[in-house]
């Protein structure tokens, strides 16, 4: 089958392109080593020229998407380093996206950060659709028509994929492998390459965004003493005649600064802080709960699931397994 890898312009992600070629490279090989043909035939694919070195052995030429006239079965777009997605300076190539989806019935698939460009050609209006999470409110700002589903690894409708950030990405290309070649050859590279091929939440990665980029200092002096002070019992009404607030008028400031409610962010901190001692203490899981400020470990570990996917046993059985 056809396959772009796409070369926007911008700060973008070398690793990304690189790892989707070498992945669906490897991905023929394995193919190639049970006698069967090649799946994936590949091309980069940008408005300019240029070459990309992967480890000083091979160069990959970008084919200028106006001079290509084959038709594509499959297209690949990496996602970005900046903050700011560059979709004006893309607007030809969101446009030819559009085209190649529509005409042509195109499948397209993002990695990362890239899923802003696809959102961009309007395609995923209606539909699922998952990033970066810490790019979840521009994205939503951008986009308000899409389902964006952030707790998500991978989302798949209508031939239109999409993927979290970062490394996760690794496992959208497995999934496209398996579905266009088979199991074997994707459990064959997950094994390879160590990559764990039943992940579908990136809530478990979610570091607590400690929203201070707003401006009211009030309410960024709330939110460092719920950090400091977590451990210990922390009332709603305590906290507003602390920091002279009327109960009601707090809680409407601080979700008009953070989005979220006190309460939540007080249940965030605390997860964060029980993240942090399952990764690196041998402390009892009670201990930890009643060190994060709770009394009721049945709330706490139903709280804990909600933000991160696991429950407080299993995320220490995975993620102390990965540092040690």
Not at 72 to 86: A, T
Request: hydrophobic share 40%; charged share 25%; glycine share 6%.
């Amino acid at each position: 089958m056809k396959t772009g890898i796409v070369l926007p312009k911008g700060d973008i992600l070398p690793d990304g392109i690189m790892s989707a070629f070498f992945f669906l490279s490897q991905a023929n090989s394995f193919q190639r080593m049970q006698g069967k043909p090649d799946i994936f035939d590949l091309t980069i694919i940008g408005d300019y020229k240029t070459n990309w070195i992967y480890g000083g052995h091979f160069g990959v030429r970008a084919i200028p998407y106006a001079q290509l006239n084959e038709k594509l079965n499959l297209i690949i777009v990496p996602g970005f380093i900046d903050e700011k997605i560059p979709l004006e300076e893309n607007s030809p190539l969101i446009h030819w996206l559009e085209n190649q989806y529509v005409e042509n019935h195109t499948e397209l698939a993002s990695m990362c950060t890239g899923a802003f460009l696809i959102a961009a050609t309007g395609l995923l209006d209606g539909k699922k659709c998952t990033t970066h999470w810490a790019f979840k409110d521009a994205f939503i700002r951008a986009f308000p028509d899409v389902r964006l589903e952030t707790d998500r690894i991978i989302t798949d409708e209508d031939g239109i994929y999409t993927s979290a950030g970062a490394f996760s990405s690794l496992s959208l290309l497995l999934y496209l492998i398996e579905k266009y070649c088979d199991k074997a050859t994707a459990i064959w590279l997950s094994k390879v390459f160590q990559v764990d091929i039943h992940r579908h939440s990136q809530r478990p990665f979610m570091i607590l965004n400690q929203l201070f980029d707003h401006g009211d200092e009030q309410i960024k002096n709330l939110q460092v003493h719920i950090e400091q002070h977590y451990s210990e019992e922390l009332q709603l009404d305590d906290l507003s005649k602390k920091f002279a607030f009327s109960r009601r008028t707090m809680v409407r400031r601080f979700k008009a600064a953070t989005g979220i409610t006190p309460i939540v962010y007080i249940q965030q901190v605390r997860v964060e802080a029980a993240k942090r001692e399952l990764e690196n203490s041998i402390k009892r899981i009670d201990e930890i709960i009643y060190s994060c400020g709770y009394n009721d470990g049945a709330t706490f570990r139903k709280i804990f699931k909600k933000n991160t996917g696991l429950t407080p046993g299993a995320y220490r059985a995975k993620y102390q397994k990965m540092n040690s």
